[in-house]
């Protein structure tokens, strides 16, 4: 058994080492000196793939490299070959795996660093470049070949910081987002991600209008056109953070290269120099974006937190009303009991005037306890739902005792959808609303409107009421009898407004004809 488990791991590696070298080749014959792709397949493969299979990978790149040296060593020198399958990678592994450990490229949730990632590939791009000049000095060249070293290590490192930021990016974008949602998911959700419809439909048009003006349709402004290059990405950069950089800057740089009418265009090298330049701006002011888009996220669930826990203290005080009220009809019943049961002894020691207004104090007293019960939670509330306590509840009962004129509009569609948390701060804010336009005195009918519906998938309602004044009908209300039994707090607007915030809702009161209106929204709690 152990035996197969080692012949397994040495298959895995030589797997890792195959499939390295064959991609590397084929990426390679992409690649020249001021464009270096396969320098982003090296660095994604460093910063993806586990420790364990490192020395696969180096022995895949020394694979690949040692072809072409040993097919080249005859025009360059045996030297040079020799020092050319040497892959640069060995040089660049202290630095991934600094990034990887220390450098915590890969943060909080997985996500990337994009700091750490532009600084290791600035590192990495001055490695390889150096390694690459390293071999360079030991070419033999013919005696009329001169090399400009200055140029040539430019290029180089050029070619490997643009190659670096065309794969890379991409490679960690696909990585962050598979490690979030998974494979099935992820594809599931591309063609209906914005940065995907925004690439496909804005972006690459864009750039292939940009292609064919920079290869030669634009004239005099040839050049204008390769560097008008970098403003898609800085588009989608503003768009989407450092995504909308990676998904651009890629693009960019593989329509620089298109546009490019010979591999030594100065002019194709000053453009790359741009676009890289441009990239690597985007992509730090991508992730400063993206921190305080994080920020604002942060924040947003903090606030959704606390209107959640409001919404559950408000949920469990009603509860607790809800008990009251039940005890408060508990006690009524045993008043009435022991008044019944205390007359009934006295009776015969009482006068029959004084048993009558024995009799009707204890009615009395079980009425108010009855209406003090209801307006902590009204019983129609209970058995029948928020349309009858607004319709035969404590309000309208209370209203109508103290001479008032009320009515209730409900339009009851899609109210059963609404939570049990709104209909219970519907009709508190119904109270108050009521208390608040009774405060004043100097109104006679009240009407009480309630609608429901829905908007983008999430439910609203709004209640509005109405209040105006009957001069002649105003003398005949009873204000001492409504106000006490109205159950509101009295603390007027600021109460009504504080309460609505909990649900995400508005308030406003403004003056109606010869009294007022004040209307007021809910929206149903988002979800978590």
């Known amino acids: 058994m152990p035996k197969k488990s080692g012949i397994n791991i040495w298959l895995r590696h030589l797997a890792v080492a195959i499939a390295y070298a064959v991609v590397y080749g084929l990426v390679r014959q992409l690649s020249f000196s001021h464009w270096a792709p396969f320098a982003g397949l090296r660095f994604s493969a460093l910063l993806l793939v586990p420790y364990r299979y490192w ?35 060995l040089f660049s592994m202290p630095l991934v795996r600094w990034c ?44 009329d070949e001169v090399i400009q070293y200055q140029a040539t290590a430019a290029r180089y490192f050029i070619g490997n910081y643009i190659g670096v930021l065309t794969l890379t990016p991409l490679v960690l974008l696909v990585r962050e987002d598979l490690h979030v949602v998974g494979l099935r998911q992820f ?27 920079a290869s030669g349709a634009a004239g005099p402004a040839t050049q204008e056109a390769r560097m008008a290059m970098f403003l898609p990405v800085a588009w989608l950069s503003l768009r989407h953070g450092w995504r909308g950089a990676a998904v651009g800057g890629s693009a960019a740089s593989v329509a620089v290269v298109l546009a490019m009418p010979f591999h030594r265009d100065n002019e194709t090298l000053h453009a790359q120099v741009f676009v890289a330049f441009t990239v ?45 009220s039940h005890a408060l009809e508990q006690v009524s019943s045993a008043v009435q009991a022991s008044y019944t049961q205390l007359l009934g002894r006295l009776r015969c020691l009482l006068p029959g005037t004084d048993e009558r207004s024995y009799y009707r104090h204890a009615a009395i007293t ?138 995400g809702g508005k308030v406003r009161l403004r003056p109606a004809g010869n009294g007022q209106r004040l209307s007021l929204i809910l929206f149903e709690p988002e979800l978590a």
Not at 100 to 118: K, M
Not at 187 to 213: F, Q
């Open 366 to 503: 079980q009425h108010r306890i009855y209406r003090l019960a209801d307006s902590l939670y009204p019983l129609t509330w209970g058995e029948r739902g928020l349309p009858a306590a607004l319709r035969e509840g404590s309000i309208p009962r209370a209203l109508d005792e103290a001479g008032m004129v009320y009515w209730c509009r409900i339009r009851e569609a899609g109210l059963r959808e609404l939570s049990t948390g709104i209909h219970i701060a519907l009709y508190r804010l119904a109270v108050e609303a009521v208390a608040l336009a009774c405060a004043s005195r100097d109104i006679s009918h009240l009407q009480v409107q309630l609608r429901c519906g829905a908007f983008a998938g999430r439910r609203w309602a709004v209640l509005r009421v109405d209040s105006r004044v009957d001069y002649e009908h105003l003398g005949r209300v009873r204000w001492d009898e409504v106000l006490p039994v109205l159950g509101g707090s009295g603390l007027g607007l600021g109460a009504i407004k504080d309460r609505a915030m909990i649900f």
């Open 100 to 143: 990887r450990g220390a450098g915590r490229i890969f943060g909080v949730h997985n996500r990337t660093n994009i700091s750490v990632f532009l600084l290791a590939t600035l590192c990495a791009s001055l490695i390889w470049a150096t390694v690459n000049m390293g071999t360079l000095v030991l070419m033999h060249t013919r005696p």
């Open 280 to 324: 690597t701006t985007m992509f730090m002011l991508a992730a400063r974006i993206a921190a305080l888009r994080e920020g604002e996220e942060r924040e947003r669930a903090d606030a959704r937190l606390a209107l959640a826990v409001a919404q559950r203290n408000v949920y469990l005080g009603e509860l607790q009303l809800r008990q009251t």
């Open 187 to 213: 594809l599931r959700r591309l063609p209906d991600s914005r940065l995907a419809m925004e690439t496909a439909c804005l972006l690459v048009p864009a750039l292939a209008l940009l292609v064919w003006l």
């Open 55 to 89: 020395p696969a990978l180096l022995v895949g790149e020394a694979a690949s490299l040692a072809y072409v040296g040993i097919e080249c060593a005859d025009r360059f020198g045996w030297l040079w070959a020799s020092f050319f399958m040497i892959p640069p990678m």
